[in-house]
């Protein structure tokens, strides 16, 4: 299970640099969202992965 939440991870890291990227080429990096946010909080958003951070912190308060 925890093998399959990894490579699901993989995936989503790719899919959200690739997100960067389009939107880097689209309408660069120092545009915001419809909704009014910074291009930046993507591109920090898209440096961690999902599971590894919940898997650290679970293994953390063991």
Same mark, same amino acid.
Do not use: F, L, P
């Given at each position: 299970?925890?093998?399959a939440l990894i490579g699901?991870? /993989?995936l989503f890291q790719q899919f959200r640099a690739m997100h960067v990227y389009l939107i880097h080429r689209?309408?660069?990096m120092g545009s915001r969202s419809l909704k009014g946010h910074p291009v930046a909080i993507l591109v920090a958003g898209a440096s961690y992965?999902?599971?590894? /951070?919940?898997?650290h912190k679970? /293994?953390?308060a063991l």
């Open positions: 299970m925890a093998e699901y991870d /993989e689209s309408i660069g992965g999902v599971v590894r /951070e919940a898997i679970k /293994e953390g």
